[in-house]
């Protein structure tokens, strides 16, 4: 498919409808100053000013395909609590669907509390379960995805480890996706690490190669790189690598090309959420077939853009469209 610019290829973008599959939470945050210290113990006191509430996980995932201008579907396993009907409340005032989600009586909404005094988190509070899905709600699960996937143009394996995705249902996904010649990105964590063999693309970040291959990787050694995913492509053979490197950078691989482009020099407030950005984009970039370079630059510079906010929040597109017009690795995709 062939593009006159990045204004027409964004335009592409709104075009695509994303399967999006995974662990969803809550973000809460508690905003208050502290000016004196607990006489009960030697602890700050918080005095709370305000709070918000927001998307979190496969669901900022969700956001990042959204802003886009695309249709994200939004597939996954919720409690029946408070924090999941504010969960499916913040989803429906979004604009997004909530045909995918389903409810358990056995499971409890993950939600993560952040405690913020003058842009600092002092502390983090989890409400949350990673057990498995038991049987009957991994198989509601399995059909729920089963019925969206045939009409969708990608689908996105968002991990946490929190239970939603296991070796079953990812094999299914996978196996059923490639039947479909739907392509598969999947970001990773560490209980499923080898388990998404035949994937369209694999995105760990630094961290998470390091503890899933354990192997002791140099982000400023491309050769020790390049050696830990020819050792996890023996493992999982999957179509397409994109490493996250932080100040580093991303470094991406296929069997025909490699890149690494570095990052770009920013105002670092907040690193939360980066990985979504970054693969939100990855997946619009293999769902149009573009060439592995340049989703890669696109998905490095998103990353960036969204660490210069603090909290967990999606891309600003026109912000991502103003840096992409001025990124030559990008431009010269179009000279071609």
């Known amino acids: 498919m062939q593009f006159n610019g990045l204004e027409a290829l964004f335009e592409a973008f709104k075009e695509l409808k994303i399967l999006i599959i995974g662990d969803v939470m809550l973000d809460a945050y508690i ?4 000016d004196r ?3 009960e113990a030697p602890v700050p006191v918080l005095n709370v000013t305000s709070r918000d509430e927001r998307l979190g996980g496969a669901a900022n ?14 597939c996954s396993v919720i409690g029946e609590d408070l924090t999941g009907e504010n969960f499916l409340k913040l989803i429906s005032e979004s604009g997004m669907s909530t045909q995918g ?4 009586d056995l499971r409890m909404t993950t939600r993560k509390n952040r405690v913020i005094s003058t842009g600092h988190q002092l502390l983090r509070i989890d409400e ?12 509601t699960f399995l059909e729920r995805i089963s019925a969206l996937l045939p009409n969708c143009n990608a689908v996105i394996l ?8 296991d070796e079953v249902v990812i094999e299914q996904v996978i196996a059923e996706a490639r039947r479909l010649k739907i392509p598969v990105a999947v970001d990773p964590k560490k ?6 063999k035949g994937a369209t693309l694999f995105k760990p970040n630094l961290n998470e190669l390091r503890e899933g291959m354990k192997m002791d990787i140099n982000p400023g050694d491309l050769d020790s790189i390049v050696k830990a995913i020819f050792a996890l492509d023996h493992k999982i053979s999957c179509e397409n690598y994109l490493v996250t490197l932080s100040e580093y950078g991303v470094f991406a691989k296929n069997k025909e090309e490699e890149v690494r482009h570095p990052a770009h020099i920013r105002s670092i407030a907040d690193v939360s959420g980066a990985g979504d950005t970054v693969i939100a984009i990855a997946a619009l970039g293999i769902a149009l077939n573009l060439p592995l370079a340049f989703w890669a630059e696109l998905a490095n510079l998103g990353g960036g853009i969204v660490c210069e906010h603090s909290g967990v929040v999606p891309i600003d597109v026109k912000l991502l469209l103003a840096e992409a017009s001025a990124d030559q690795i990008l431009l010269n995709f179009f000279k071609n």
């Open 31 to 34: 905003y208050g100053s502290v």
């Open 191 to 196: 209980r499923n690490f080898s388990h998404y």
């Open 128 to 139: 949350e379960q990673s057990d498995l899905l038991c049987k009957k709600d991994q198989q």
């Open 37 to 39: 210290i607990s006489p």
């Open 158 to 165: 968002q991990d946490y480890d929190k239970g939603c995705l």
């Open 101 to 104: 989600m389903i409810k358990s």
């Open 61 to 74: 995932v969700a956001l990042n395909v959204r802003s886009f201008g695309a249709t994200p579907v939004l």
